[in-house]
């Protein structure tokens, strides 16, 4: 632990399965389940419901990433055979829950990625707003393999990512893309070298959390709704959330600073 890292308050309780660590504004949420390559049981869901329903006021970002060597094998296959059909929908609505809280919970979410993300891995990095892809990630979506559908969230977030007719190919045909195919797909907005995901993920995670608090809400909960809604109350919902946004004193202040010469340029980062 470095001298920047805390572990979070003990409030949240979290199964073993699940690692907190804060590094000032930003919380890393760690997979822990290594030696079953980070497979997702209902244990490990209801946990990541937990914490992102009682995340701390003074967290302004969240970083998702993985101990071992993939970020997660999917649904936890020994698990799925308890279930009848009532109880398939309820466990589907419960992954929806606990992802829903990621994508349109309180701030920004990225995700570290390496290794396997496959099936439910795939849903869940999905859910985050930004994704880092190490160069060992690999994407897939085997459920056709095993003879189930996608339950967590991927048939209406993935095809948002990379389109209906990638998604088709990766459940029919089981094929892995790779990190760059993936990046290139849509599934990644980084690619980095194998080591460096969960450092890049951090950075920009403090980035982020240097933001506004009101332009991370517009973008996190306006922005997705504005771009699935049609046209015209597309606009009329970006008019009501940039004005929202501008009449913030936090927004005056950060303007006036600019105009006196206080502010950051813009700069390649
Ligand atoms: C698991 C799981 C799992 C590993 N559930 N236990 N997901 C899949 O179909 C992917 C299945 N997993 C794999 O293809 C491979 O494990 C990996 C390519 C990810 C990694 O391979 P490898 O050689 O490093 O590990 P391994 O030897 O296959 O697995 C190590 C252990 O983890 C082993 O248990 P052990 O007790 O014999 O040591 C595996 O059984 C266990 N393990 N993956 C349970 N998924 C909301 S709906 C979502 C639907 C889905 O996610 S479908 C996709 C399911």
């Known amino acids: ?15 073993s399965s699940l690692l907190v660590r804060r590094h000032g504004a930003v919380a890393v949420l760690s997979l822990n389940r290594p030696t079953k390559r980070n497979a997702l049981n209902d244990e490990t869901v209801l946990g ?20 071992g060597d993939h970020f997660s094998a999917g649904l936890d296959l020994s698990e799925i ?22 994508e349109f919970g309180p701030v920004p979410v990225v995700c570290a990625l390496h290794g396997a993300v496959v099936g439910g891995g ?4 999905a859910a985050a707003h930004l994704r880092v892809a190490e160069r060992s990630t690999f994407y897939a979506l085997p459920e056709g393999m095993r003879g189930i559908f996608v339950g967590g ?20 045909t089981g094929r892995r893309y790779d990190a760059l195919e993936g990046h290139a797909a849509g599934l990644s907005q980084y690619v980095v070298e194998d080591g460096a995901g969960l450092d890049c993920a951090v ?10 608090p009101q332009t991370n809400y517009a973008i996190i909960q306006a922005l997705p709704r ?31 600073a ?12």
């Open 153 to 172: 969230g991927a048939a209406v977030r993935v095809p948002r990512l990379i389109g209906v007719a990638r998604m088709t190919d990766l459940m029919l």
């Open 226 to 256: 504005i771009a699935e809604a049609n046209p015209r109350e597309g606009y009329f919902m970006e008019a009501m959330m940039a004005a929202i946004a501008q009449g913030t004193d936090d927004a005056k202040e950060r303007m006036r």
């Open 122 to 125: 795939l849903e869940l990095a």
């Open 203 to 212: 950075q920009l995670a403090e980035r982020i959390a240097q933001n506004a």
């Open 81 to 102: 055979g308890e279930h009848d059909t009532i109880s398939g929908i309820q466990h589907s609505r419960m992954w929806h829950r606990a992802l829903d809280l990621i």
């Open 1 to 15: 632990m470095t001298a920047a890292e805390q572990p979070l308050p003990p409030a949240i309780d979290l199964p």
């Open 258 to 269: 600019f105009l006196d010469g206080r502010a950051e340029k813009v700069t390649d980062r």
């Open 48 to 67: 990541i419901e937990r914490f992102f329903t009682h995340l701390p006021a003074d967290v302004g970002s969240v970083v998702i990433a993985a101990k």
